[in-house]
């Protein structure tokens, strides 16, 4: 089945405590993305990658980072945790991304909780 | 910004069709409109999307009005599983970069 799965789907840490969310594909996808989602905030994109070993920012980058090491996979890291970055995650994929192509419908994992203490 | 504007909320009656508009006035000539839907805290769901013809699918249509400048999803008998925030997308032409607004809350009521 195709799909993208995130681990942990609930986590509760504390501040400063590295965290590591993780996030596969197996749809063989060129473009993966994190998002977050706050109330009254709605979706905002944290990094994308465009393919393997290349990353770029979103709107919302500031304490976190990526890396792109393989095609399917997608971590999030968190190196130092605080309490704003509190909020649910998305990771999402998509075969490509080029605004005027169809073919890049984006497919999202479930989401994971996080909450820092 | 996001490039499109969206109602806040909206009600429809279980069985009767939805009408959930979008405005995208700066829309270039060779950018498509997407359509999610998010349930709940569940990811966003992938509906339709559309360039310049109007589009049906399983799901719902699209209808993209001439000058591309504003859209309408239609979900033709609303269930109340169709209780969602509606999203409408058009992406920027930088990179990856996607942004999701605030979409419309819809609330299918018995």
């Known amino acids: 089945e195709a799909q993208v799965t995130q681990n942990p789907r609930y986590l509760i840490t504390v501040t400063g405590k590295k965290l590591t969310v993780t996030c596969s594909q197996n749809?063989?996808?060129?473009?993966m993305s994190w998002y977050r989602q706050d109330p009254g905030l709605g979706l905002r994109q944290i990094y994308y990658s465009m393919n393997v070993e290349v990353t770029d920012k979103g709107d919302v980058p500031e304490g976190y980072k990526v890396s792109r090491k393989e095609k399917r996979n997608f971590p999030l890291i968190l190196e130092s945790p605080s309490p704003n970055q509190t909020s649910l995650y998305f990771c999402a994929s998509s075969l490509g991304w080029t605004p005027s192509l169809a073919k890049n419908i984006q497919y999202f994992g479930a989401g994971t909780r996080l909450s820092v203490l | 910004d996001a490039k499109t504007t969206q109602p806040t909320s909206m009600d429809c009656a279980e069985g009767r069709a939805a009408n959930l508009p979008c405005n995208h006035s700066?829309?270039?000539?060779?950018?498509?409109v997407y359509w999610y839907r998010q349930i709940h805290s569940q990811g966003p769901q992938y509906i339709i999307h559309g360039l310049k013809n109007n589009e049906t699918n399983e799901m719902a249509s699209l209808i993209i009005t001439e000058d591309r400048k504003s859209s309408t999803l239609i979900l033709p008998h609303a269930t109340l599983r169709d209780t969602a925030v509606y999203y409408c997308i058009v992406p920027y032409n930088q990179g990856g970069k996607l942004i999701f607004g605030q979409g419309t809350e819809l609330s299918v009521k018995p």
């Open positions: 700066t829309i270039s000539g060779n950018e498509y």
């Open positions: 749809m063989n996808h060129e473009y």
